[in-house]
Each structure stands twice: as C-alpha cells, then as structure tokens.
C-alpha cells in the first residue's frame, strides 16, 4: 500500500466485553507482512504480527490482557503503508478491493463509529473548503467592494453551520466524535469559525478545551498524546497558568495509570524547559493528592526536588566542606543546553566572581575520560562528578531530573532559587 491511509473505528462503551476482533479483506495485499500496534501515550506495544493471507484476508484480535483497550490500533505493512483505527469493543469488518486506495474507497460494515466519523470529517473537508474559497475570493477581489458583503454573508452563514455541528460533536457519546474534538484541536480549530484577526478569540476557546473538555483516558490511546500536550504549550500567557491547566487533567483522569503517565510526562518537559513556576502548580498537587503511592523515576526525583525550595537549607555536597554564596550547576558533557550555559559561565567567570559568588559544577558523565575532556577547560576550581549519572548522591539529593540545572545558595547555605539558566539567577545583572 502506497498511501497512508487513516481510519478511525471506534465502538461505545457498553455490552459485554470480550475480545475485539476485527475481519480484513484486502486482496491486492495478499502476502505481505504486517503488524498492529496500540498506543499508550507516547509508546506504542506491538500485539500482532503476520502475513496477509493468499486470499487477502487477515484477523486481528486484542489479546484477552488488553480486551479493554479503547483507542487507536496501526496497522503496519513491511512493504510500507499504513492504516490507523481505534477500537472500543466492538466486531466489525474492513475491505477495499483497490490496489491503491483512497479513504473513500475503504467499506466498513457493523461499525457505526466508524461510518460517523469519516462522514463528519467528509463534512469538514466540504466546510473548509468553502471557507478557503471565500478567504481566496476575498483577496483576489480585494479592489471590489461590492462582493466584499457577499463573502461576509457567506462566511457568517458557515459560521452558523460549524457552530451547529461542534454542538452535535459536543453532544455526542461515541469515542470518534470526541477524536474528531482533538484532531481539530491540532489543527487550530475552537468550537466556533473564527473570522482573521479573531485570534485572541480563538486562543480563549482553545484554552477552554485543554481546561475543561479535554478527556485525557481517551487522548492517552489515540497515539495524539504527545501532539496534543506539546501544542498546549504556547496557549498559556505564563507557565504556572499551564500548571494549573495541566492539574485540571490531571484531576479529570480516570485510570491510574494514565494519572501516572500524565504526570511522568508533565515533570519531564517541566524539566527539559526549565518551567520552575508550572512545576511549583503541578509537584504539589501531585504529593497532597496521595495517588502517587511510590514514586519512581523522575517522579522520585521531583518529589524529592520539591523539599528543596526557596529558604530552606541546601543539602550537602559530597566534596564540598561549605556551601556559601555558591552557584552550583548540575550538567552533562555533550548536551547541547548545557554547553550553551557553561559557555555563559565561562564567558561571564570574571563578573560572577565580583560578585562573590563561587561556582561548583557537578556532571552526571560516567566517563572519567569523558569528564575530564570537556571540564578542563573549566577557570572555576570546583568540578565534580561521581561517574554515577542521575543516580549520583548530588543528584539524588537535589533531586535534579534534567539538565543544566541551577541552584543558587545564598551566604547563610539557604536555597534562594533553582533555574534553568544562569542569566534567570540574577548574577549577572550587575
């Protein structure tokens, strides 16, 4: 198959449950080598392999461990191509008997969700392509006043139109009208047509969705997890307001699993963009919730890192006797952030010691060789590292899940701030 073709196949969650099982019938694929992979959240689990029959036919069922499973399954050919559909406890069929099929082409049988959700995009489609028509329209005859209320008549009444089916969609209990929701979220698309220059608008209506409508149970199998999350990112005027969006959700899950997930995930872009505000929402609410019954990983780390706040007393540093006016980075050799700030540091070695602050870098390398490559070229005398990586005592003890990571102490060994830039510490201001 040539084309990447998706499909949506979804099922209500009602009826008995028992393992899903889904009819193939693709002849001109007979012979190929397959495979069917389902998502949770960013990973995706291989749960079938196989070889098209000679008569073109195949089966694909969910293992009873998974007869659960409600989302999107991706149907892998080796020879290239793939379909995408989402399952939600129901037995249904696909066939297409061309060679090289477009979406139209595909039949489903027994699938209400299915036939649902490609006529509403097919509706869509039709919707924006007249929009479009009036956007080109508008501009090509820019110097034509009198067609310019034509097009605005036009454009209110698809208006009218959209509006009316985002509440249909809004209304609707099946899993593809709410995977319809996300897709036209992805793409910039609020429960209202937006005329230009309506962006604000449009910016708010977004919001709302992320804040208040967002289902994350379903989002976590639809394989648009990290899409949707990453596209949040700048909706929000400051990072405690995506903080506080992101527990929204995170009180809205209803699997503990996802919760754990959910929350994994937020920590680790929490900490590869250095958003100390959205991790001061998020980490305490993670902690007075109590769902996190034994923290692993990252969520050790953060969990570990939030004892570590602004007036409280650093922690020792194995091969540091006192901590006083110190900026302490935690870095590795080779990443790309964190060559930029050491850069910073040497470029700004002399200012900073004016200042009367020490600098004392520690390295997460597992190298002695690696280590003492790239810190020779240090001016600062205070170079550490275990060799331990991550798992280093510092580390842990700071709870430093990323890097470059900063910590600034103050004369009396308290903590006064952590970053993930030297220039947010303020040290350089002078």
């Known amino acids: 198959m040539k084309q990447f073709i998706t499909i949506i196949l979804s099922i209500l969650f009602c009826g008995t449950i028992s393992a899903q099982k889904v009819d193939f019938y693709f002849p001109h694929l007979a012979g190929s080598e397959y495979s069917f992979h389902i998502n949770r959240g960013v990973v995706k689990d291989t749960i079938q392999r196989g070889t098209v029959g000679a008569d073109g036919r195949l089966s694909f069922t969910l293992p009873e461990i998974d007869k659960e499973y409600v989302g999107m399954v991706h149907w892998n050919l080796n020879q290239g191509g793939s379909q995408s559909f989402v399952l939600n406890k129901e037995n249904f069929s696909i066939s297409c008997l061309k060679p090289d099929p477009t979406e139209n082409d595909i039949i489903f049988l027994n699938s209400k969700e299915n036939t649902y959700l490609k006529d509403e995009f097919r509706k869509q489609q039709v919707l924006f392509g007249k929009v479009d028509a009036i956007y080109r329209g508008k501009a090509v005859y820019a110097d034509d006043p009198t067609l310019s209320p034509v097009f605005d008549k036009e454009f209110s009444n698809l208006q009218v139109q959209f509006d009316a089916r985002q509440k249909e969609l809004a209304a609707s209990p099946l899993y593809a009208a709410r995977y319809i929701q996300m897709v036209e979220f992805l793409n910039g698309q609020g429960s209202h047509l937006y005329a230009p220059g309506e962006e604000a608008q449009k910016a708010e209506d977004l919001i709302h969705y992320i804040n208040d409508e967002l289902d994350m149970d379903y989002l976590y199998t639809s394989g648009l997890w990290n899409f949707i999350i990453s596209s949040t990112f700048e909706l929000y005027a400051d990072k405690a ?45 993670l902690l007075e919730s109590g769902k996190i019954k034994n923290p692993q990983g990252k969520l050790f780390y953060a969990f570990e890192m939030d004892k570590i706040k602004p007036g409280t007393k650093a922690p020792a540093i194995r091969g540091e006797k006192k901590l006083s006016n110190v900026l302490l980075m935690f870095y590795e050799s080779g990443c790309s952030n964190c060559v930029a700030q050491l850069d910073e540091l040497k470029n700004h070695y002399a200012q900073i010691q004016k200042a009367g602050v020490r600098i004392v870098t520690i390295s997460a390398d597992t190298s002695p060789e690696v280590f003492e490559y790239h810190s020779k070229t240090f001016p600062w005398p205070d170079r550490l590292c275990d060799y331990k990586g991550f798992d280093g005592e510092n580390f842990r003890a700071y709870g430093v899940v990323a890097t470059p990571t900063f910590y600034l102490i103050d004369k ?19």
């Open 241 to 285: 307001t995506f903080g506080e969006a992101m527990v929204k959700n995170l009180k809205r899950t209803r699997s503990q699993q996802i919760f754990e997930s959910l929350a994994n995930d937020l920590i680790t872009i929490c900490e590869q963009y250095g958003w100390v505000d959205a991790e001061n929402v998020i980490i305490p609410y």
């Open 412 to 430: 009396n060994g308290n903590i006064t701030g952590r970053y993930a830039r030297v220039a947010d510490t303020g040290i350089l201001k002078n």
